[in-house]
């Protein structure tokens, strides 16, 4: 479980040095519309990933401190 | 030797943030927001055997539960609020931070009413 968490982490971190590169070569061919795309999307990616571990967050201090 | 993890797990996810703060910012909030659910998670693991601990004396000593319960929710809520304030304050959202701790205060103040309430009861019982 742990290292599936960490995963994450270095998972998203990856995904934004990726978009940082490829927004600058789309930056450097001129398509600053498809570059403002990429940025959406990959934020759009990651907040799914992180909702997910946000979601097991709360369904854990739920069932702990009998939340309802 | 869990918080060595910890620590291990803090100056990675601070060297990741500095890095991507330069050129994706709303990234970096997402790294620093992962790496504090994921070091919440760690720990709130060792809470709930706490929190068996502690209902296990409470029930040995014969308090009524409710009150047991309303505490723990109380401060499950608190843990969840300073949390999610905490996130939104490194986001740059001061103001959405003060309104989630409002929040909670309310919630707070609400749940503590039955107890409140009791206890009034008791002294309106006590005064003749």
Known sequence: MDGFNIDLL???AGIGI??????IVLKQAEKQEQAQMLTLVGVVIVLLMVLQLINDLFNS???????? | MEIVQVI?????A?????????Y???????????????IMLLVIR?????????????????????????????????YLAEFGSQVCRDAGEGSIASRIELAAKVIILVMAVPVVVEV?????????
């Open chain 1, 61 to 68: 201090i739920k069932t702990i401190f009998n939340l309802f």
């Open chain 2, 46 to 78: 060792h809470v709930a055997g706490a929190v068996q601990a502690i209902t296990e004396t409470a029930v040995g000593a014969g308090v009524n539960l409710v009150y047991l319960q309303t505490l723990l929710r109380v401060i499950g809520i608190a």
């Open chain 1, 10 to 12: 270095f998972k998203i």
């Open chain 1, 18 to 23: 990726f978009i940082s590169v490829l927004n």
């Open chain 2, 8 to 12: 291990g797990l803090g100056l990675i």
């Open chain 2, 14 to 22: 601070a060297v990741l943030v500095i890095f991507l703060r330069e």
């Open chain 2, 120 to 128: 009034m009861e008791s002294i309106m019982a006590l005064i003749p």
């Open chain 2, 24 to 38: 994706r910012p709303e990234m970096a909030m997402q790294v620093s927001l992962v790496a504090g659910v994921i």
